[in-house]
């Protein structure tokens, strides 16, 4: 099983694109003076120290070289092996005539050491503890195929755990799209910076754990670049209380906002009713559901709490927008004329709102798109709902998660939250979040209609869009993590996430 995403929390909070890596690495050379070949050996020591810490009894190693400098990092990862007492079969893959100088020198640490370079000839030998791939790092630029595309499918089906060197071969670095074939490591030691395709995506599924190794880059060095993107997680923001404020004792609950949740058509109750408990559950003082009257009593059974109200036509919404304080429109809204009259009189409010699910696929419909201006929005598609937004196909939207995020925030002008592995929070000003919280357990019906409540109920309570998106995107990713690790992944539910967004949300962790 791969671990969830929260194990990463160790990792730092600024991540980039190859092109920004080369720069950092750039940077050091120039302003660090540090030589390519010390970067190199810096970042093999690194993967070596993993390497033993991980799979300590681990005697024969098999590492995979390409052309580029990751096979420079391999070259020094055998030569430490070597000199080690290990047993390393080396093999290289592609023109190993041309390398650049540090790979060169890295190639003669090997040799001295007594590694024995050979080309790849066709097989993998089964008796490997442990394979190390050096083909590839951040210098792919195409899906690989031919011998290499050979290679990784036998790195695969081999019965050893893979060590990848910086990034696992055939995964792109900006994206977190595997151009498959892409070899699926167990470990990932990444060096200089984190890429953002890494957690994202195929990402998190392709490097197994990660490790980061700065390779003592000064940290002046390392932060003279502005980040692409911010990881963010729970544990991240509740140390820098991007949270709640605690509670005052002399307040009432108009203080708190109120919420109203529109949706629910015929068939889809359980939609609405998840986002009003999950609303009520993160701290709105209030919540009302305007929904079918045939869901009604239902609602009332699981939470009275909530003012439910019947309503057939959007008319009947306006007087309940007056008492509201913020929207959350779409679980189970529908695409027919009850929802498209209920959206209609929702977007001619200037309430702050949380756009979900059928909301988002009648506001791609033709005639229905518009940017948001000044007014407080979140928009939370999942990707196919995002493909909608954008006139794309799905995949489209998945090749490049972050270009997808960024283009919904700033064509519709409001705050976008990219669902998915690794959950993306896109600003119109062009600011990324990437959450590194959450499983897989969460791909299940009923978890964005609780996301919607979660928001509803942070905008509420005083944070802007930006602040509450980021801010309950980890509650909520937190909460699965927390609901998944007693009885697993599969199987959760959205309303396991209940009583720990309760907690999460006021600082409880355990
Ligand atoms: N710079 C530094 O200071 C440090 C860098 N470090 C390390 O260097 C790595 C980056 O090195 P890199 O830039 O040389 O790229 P790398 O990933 O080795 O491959 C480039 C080669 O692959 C080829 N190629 C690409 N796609 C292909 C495909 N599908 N199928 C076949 N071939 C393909 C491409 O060929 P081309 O297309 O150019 O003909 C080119 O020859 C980085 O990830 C880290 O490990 C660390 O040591 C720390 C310090
Ligand atoms: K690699």
């Known amino acids: 099983m791969t671990q969830p995403l929260s194990a990463f929390q160790h990792l730092p909070a600024s991540l980039f694109t190859a092109a920004a890596v080369r720069e950092l690495d750039q940077r050091a050379l120039t302003d660090e003076q540090i030589p390519a070949f010390e970067l190199m050996s810096r970042a093999g020591q690194a993967a070596f120290g993993c390497l033993l810490q991980r799979w300590p009894t681990a005697q024969f190693l098999t590492v995979l070289a390409g052309p580029g400098n990751n096979g420079g990092d391999a070259y020094v990862v055998a030569a430490l092996a070597a000199i080690h007492g290990l047993d390393v079969n080396f093999y290289t893959l592609g023109d190993h005539g041309q390398l650049s100088e540090a790979s060169t020198r890295a190639r003669e640490m090997a040799l001295a050491a007594g590694v024995e370079v050979k080309p790849w000839a066709g097989v993998l030998e089964r008796d490997s503890d442990l394979l190390v791939d050096g083909l590839l790092g951040t210098g792919l630029n195409k899906a690989p195929a031919g011998e290499l595309a050979e290679l990784i499918e036998q790195i695969n089906s081999h019965p050893a755990p893979v060590l990848a060197l910086d990034i696992p071969t055939g995964l792109h670095a900006d994206t977190g799209c595997a151009l498959e074939p892409a070899v699926r490591a167990d470990l990932t030691v990444t060096f200089v910076a984190m890429k953002q395709g890494l957690l994202t995506a195929d990402g ?17 060095v390392l932060k003279s670049m502005a980040a692409d993107v911010e990881r963010i997680g729970y544990q991240v923001l509740a140390e820098r209380h991007e949270g709640l404020a605690a509670r005052r004792g002399n307040v009432h609950k108009g203080r708190y906002g109120h919420v109203l949740v529109v949706g629910g058509d015929e068939g889809m109750g359980g939609a609405a009713a998840m ?18 009257g045939s869901h009604a009593q239902a609602i009332l059974m699981r939470r009275p709490e909530v003012m439910v109200k019947p309503v057939v036509s959007g008319l009947e919404l306006l007087p309940l927008l007056e008492r509201a304080s913020v929207l959350a429109v779409g679980p189970g809204l529908g695409q027919g004329s009850w929802g498209e009259l209920l959206l209609q009189q929702v977007l001619q409010s200037d309430l702050p709102v949380v756009l979900d699910a059928d909301a988002l696929n009648l506001l791609a419909s033709p005639g229905w798109r518009q940017a948001f201006g000044e007014r407080q929005v979140i928009m939370t598609p999942h990707p196919g709902e995002a493909a909608r937004l954008l006139d794309v196909d799905i995949r489209t939207v998945q090749n490049d998660r972050f270009a997808a995020a960024r283009d919904l925030a700033s064509r519709y002008s409001a705050v976008v939250v990219l669902k998915g592995c690794g959950s993306l929070i896109a600003h119109p000003d062009g600011r990324v979040a990437l959450c590194s919280d959450g499983n897989a357990g969460m791909a299940s019906g009923g978890m964005g209609d609780v996301l919607t409540g979660v928001l509803a109920a942070l905008l509420a309570q005083g944070m802007d869009a930006w602040q509450a998106a980021r801010w309950g995107v980890c509650l909520h990713s937190a909460a699965a993590d927390r609901a998944a690790h007693e009885n697993g992944l599969c199987g959760l539910l959205a309303t396991d996430l209940m009583p720990w967004l309760r907690r999460l949300n006021n600082y409880i962790t355990h």
Do not use: K, M, Q
């Open 275 to 292: 986002a009003c408990e999950a609303a009520a559950r993160s701290g709105s003082g209030l919540v009302s559901c305007a929904t079918r």
């Open 204 to 220: 998190p599924d392709y490097c197994g754990d990660i490790a980061y190794a700065c390779l003592d880059i000064r940290p002046a």
